[in-house]
């Protein structure tokens, strides 16, 4: 479609708007002068952007793939190859937050992709996306996104930056994993390797202190926390501060939960590392117990795991269903005097049931004095594979 041809069908299309809207006004009972004032304001109010014609809808990535799929139909997903270039944008983008922050609110579809740098700014040119439609890139004026419109038959889908290159590299079902993989291209091609995360930094950051807090801890729960002092031996501490060096190296997006970094480790795996013939796996395995029932670390109910997470537990798992899940821990903060004060209450607790050691701790006697729902936090109950889940991988 040439471009006379588009203002043509455009301009046909604000006619038939600016009379539904007269006659609406007629409807209402609006006559003489108060209709020609109406119908001024009809006629001469804005209609360039997408916000004063019509709401726009944002993109499911089930819209993503029909689009995906009507340029491959279509010939046409090679006329949306992306350009890579070197910028001096690191001197002022150090984190992920801050790239998203600049991509949204700068029109970088003319710099990303070079079929798009031609068209102006709010100006109608033929979509290449959908059959039989028009698009314009402009800045929502309520958002301040810059956004890729396409309208066909009156309705208008918006994409952001990130859902185009989705688009162009193949789309996930998981809008998450989408955007995390379009956010990383996008630093490729800007030269922004080597940019941060907050998030990721922060909960990096929170490993850092729980290190440094186990470096003193058990001088200062002798002193402040005498119950769990007595509890807490070598090789528990050894465990504790083993489980902080996984969970910082294993930082990223996809494990995460209730907000915060969550990572498995096996406990054979663990054994392993630590290389001491008195901390083989039943001995890691009744650490990490107790370490749980005191609340210095946290396992994470399988039922609350992401697919994702999930399907990485089972694959781990294999085909053996009688071997159990690899656990997923999540750990609080040491800085936080609640956390060792509570753990001070429960020690205290356990020793009044005539719980001293880790080898006292069983799921029975948390069930019979603590009731199931410690239990269980403590002693997870087995996840088993319905009859119709396959192996993901």
């Not at 290389?275 to 083989?280: A, F, G, I, S």
């Not at 509570?342 to 020793?351: F, V």
């Amino acid at each position: 479609m040439n471009n006379k041809l588009l203002e043509k069908r455009m301009d046909v299309q604000w006619k038939k708007q600016i009379s539904r809207e007269i006659e609406e006004e007629k409807d209402n009972g609006v006559s003489g002068k108060e209709l020609s004032r109406k119908v001024y304001h009809i006629i001469n109010k804005p209609r360039s952007s997408a916000a004063g014609r019509k709401q726009y809808i944002k993109p499911r990535p089930e819209d993503k793939k029909r689009i995906r799929t009507y340029l491959i139909e279509t010939e046409k997903l090679n006329q949306f190859d992306k350009l890579q270039r070197q910028t001096q944008l690191y001197m002022i983008i150090q984190t992920f937050d801050k790239l998203k922050e600049l991509a949204l609110t700068t029109n970088m579809f003319e710099l990303i992709f070079p079929n798009l740098r031609q068209f102006q700014e709010g100006k109608k040119f033929p979509c290449e996306l959908r059959e039989n439609s028009v698009a314009w890139i402009a800045r929502d004026p309520k958002t301040g996104i810059y956004r890729y419109f396409s309208e066909r038959f009156g309705k208008i889908i918006g994409l952001n930056i990130f859902d185009l290159i989705e688009i162009i590299d193949g789309v996930e079902d998981n809008p998450r994993e989408g955007f995390r993989k379009a956010i990383l291209e996008l630093a490729r091609l800007l030269g922004l390797d080597q940019l941060k995360d907050r998030w990721v930094l922060e909960q990096e950051s929170k490993y850092e202190r729980n290190l440094n807090v186990i470096q003193t801890a058990q001088a200062k729960m002798n002193r402040k926390y005498p119950t769990l002092g007595a509890f807490m031996a070598d090789k528990h501490m050894r465990v504790l501060e083993f489980i902080q060096h996984c969970g910082k190296s294993h930082v990223n997006r996809m494990m995460y939960h209730q907000g915060e970094a969550i990572f498995y480790v096996a406990t054979t795996h663990i054994a392993k590392a630590i290389d001491d013939k008195k901390l083989d796996q039943p001995a890691v395995s009744r650490s990490i117990n107790l370490l749980t029932a005191l609340g210095l670390i946290e396992k994470i109910p399988y039922i609350e795991l992401s697919k994702e997470q999930l399907d990485i537990a089972v694959g781990i798992r294999g085909d053996n269903g009688k071997r159990q899940l690899v656990t997923f821990f999540r750990i609080p903060d040491y800085t936080n005097p609640s956390t060792f004060k509570a753990a001070e209450d429960m020690a205290r607790k356990l020793r009044e049931v005539g719980i001293r050691t880790d080898r006292h701790l069983t799921e029975d006697k948390l069930r019979k004095h603590f009731g199931d729902e410690i239990a269980k936090r403590v002693y997870l109950p087995p996840y088993r594979l319905a009859p119709e889940e396959e192996i993901p991988f």
